[in-house]
């Protein structure tokens, strides 16, 4: 009884895993590329796979019948005929292999280089800058330039334009030792639909290309464990249409408001000291760009939607809000809450 219950449990586990993997709604599908990068993947995945299931169910199966044909039976007390020495089966056994591998190799080898490829002239290059736990990107093309010279930033939605390559240089930001502000570690920039995933690396410069054939939101996470809220390092790639796209940079060069009253002190003693808002505060980077903070999809790493509720509960409590955050409670007043809110929902 007890064999039946335990081969009951483990065929509904089983069953469990299998329909946990069945979704009508899957926006991170990896098997659903959106642009050429993606497809390349794709195209060579879709073989590789099928050789590996192949060469499994050759193994497999005859692992299977071996054990079969050749399994204890009652009178038999001699082990079966032995095939060692045979020296065709083991020549065969050593090319078909290396054949199939070799077969899998070329057209691996020669994705790999073709995905890093530095992209066409046109293309738009964009600093990718993984944080603890949030992404940071920067468009250091001449005409996305703000300020004084300064590049175009946004944090946690990269805005890209559709049929058009992007070129991203992957960067981990954050110091040796935290230093309260995050620490520089291994993180993984995975735009799923639109590209594979690539490491962000402390001291080294990694590079990808991806590129959406259509407008739309295609989300995308970290996929390298890097601590307490790697869970919900979160971004989303807004592709627009070359006009759309050519809009929203017009818009995101324009400078904020200035603050005033409550919201005019809070931001002067409390928030610049991380965030920029240009035209406002200095530049700095240990914390995301503000300054059209209201034009975003999210919040706190793509967790949360951009509502005013949201943000209200963010700022009662960061850390209560998302695991680890390197934001504290400042224990904000009702009132000083509803003024830095009324301000930030300006910022578009």
């Given at each position: 009884?007890?064999?039946?219950?335990?081969?009951?449990?483990?065929?509904?586990?089983?069953?469990?895993?299998?329909?946990?993997?069945?979704?009508?709604?899957?926006?991170?599908?990896?098997?659903?590329?959106?642009?050429?990068?993606?497809?390349?993947?794709?195209?060579?995945?879709?073989?590789?796979?099928?050789?590996?299931?192949?060469?499994?169910?050759?193994?497999?199966?005859?692992?299977?019948?071996?054990?079969?044909?050749y399994?204890?039976?009652?009178?038999?007390?001699?082990?079966?005929?032995?095939?060692?020495?045979?020296?065709?089966?083991?020549?065969?056994?050593?090319?078909?292999?290396?054949?199939?591998?070799?077969?899998?190799?070329?057209?691996?080898?020669?994705?790999?280089?073709?995905?890093?490829?530095?992209?066409?002239?046109?293309?738009?290059?964009?600093?990718?800058?993984?944080?603890?736990?949030w992404?940071?990107?920067?468009?250091?093309?001449?005409?996305?330039?703000?300020?004084?010279?300064?590049?175009?930033?946004?944090?946690?939605?990269?805005?890209?334009?559709?049929?058009?390559?992007?070129?991203?240089?992957?960067?981990?930001?954050?110091?040796?030792?935290?230093?309260?502000?995050?620490?520089?570690?291994?993180?993984?920039?995975?735009?799923?639909?639109?590209?594979?995933?690539?490491?962000?690396?402390?001291?080294?410069?990694?590079?990808?290309?991806?590129?959406a054939?259509?407008?739309?939101?295609?989300?995308?996470?970290?996929?390298?464990?890097?601590?307490?809220?790697?869970?919900?390092?979160?971004?989303?790639?807004?592709?627009?249409?070359?006009?759309d796209f050519?809009?929203?940079?017009?818009?995101?060069?324009?400078?904020?408001?200035?603050?005033?009253?409550?919201?005019?002190?809070?931001?002067?003693?409390t928030?610049?000291?991380?965030?920029?808002?240009?035209?406002?505060?200095?530049?700095?980077?240990?914390?995301?760009?503000?300054?059209?903070?209201?034009?975003?999809?999210?919040?706190?790493?793509?967790?949360?939607?951009?509502?005013?509720?949201?943000?209200?509960?963010?700022?009662?409590?960061?850390?209560?809000?998302?695991?680890g955050?390197?934001?504290?409670?400042?224990?904000?007043?009702?009132?000083?809450?509803?003024?830095?809110?009324?301000?930030?929902?300006?910022?578009?």
């Open positions: 009884m007890t064999g039946k219950r335990t081969r009951l449990a483990v065929g509904l586990a089983a069953a469990a895993v299998a329909l946990a993997a069945c979704a009508t709604n899957a926006p991170q599908d990896t098997l659903d590329p959106a642009g050429p990068y993606a497809e390349k993947i794709d195209a060579l995945f879709k073989p590789v796979f099928w050789v590996a299931t192949a060469v499994f169910l050759l193994v497999e199966g005859g692992i299977l019948y071996i054990l079969w044909r399994r204890h039976r009652k009178g038999r007390e001699r082990i079966p005929p032995q095939i060692h020495g045979n020296t065709r089966l083991e020549i065969a056994w050593t090319i078909l292999p290396a054949v199939v591998l070799a077969g899998v190799a070329v057209p691996t080898v020669a994705t790999i280089f073709d995905l890093a490829a530095e992209p066409p002239g046109n293309a738009l290059n964009v600093t990718v800058r993984g944080h603890q736990w992404w940071e990107f920067r468009y250091t093309d001449p005409e996305m330039q703000v300020g004084d010279n300064l590049p175009l930033v946004t944090a946690n939605e990269l805005v890209i334009p559709a049929d058009r390559p992007v070129y991203l240089t992957l960067e981990s930001a954050g110091s040796e030792f935290g230093n309260g502000l995050g620490r520089a570690v291994i993180h993984s920039f995975s735009p799923f639909r639109l590209a594979g995933k690539t490491d962000v690396i402390p001291g080294k410069t990694n590079h990808m290309t991806i590129q054939d259509e407008p739309g939101e295609y989300p995308g996470q970290c996929a390298e464990l890097c601590g307490f809220s790697h869970g919900f390092m979160r971004f989303e790639v807004d592709a627009l249409s070359p006009a050519d809009a929203w940079v017009a818009g995101q060069k324009e400078e904020a408001a200035a603050p005033s009253g409550i919201a005019g002190d809070l931001i002067a003693s928030c610049a000291a991380c965030h920029t808002i240009r035209g406002v505060s200095t530049a700095a980077s240990t914390a995301p760009d503000l300054t059209h903070v209201a034009s975003r999809d999210c919040l706190a790493g793509c967790i949360f939607p951009n509502t005013r509720e949201e943000l209200a509960a963010w700022l009662r409590d960061p850390p209560a809000r998302k695991l955050s390197f934001m504290p409670d400042y224990n904000l007043s009702e009132e000083e809450i509803e003024a830095l809110v009324d301000y930030l929902e300006t910022l578009e």
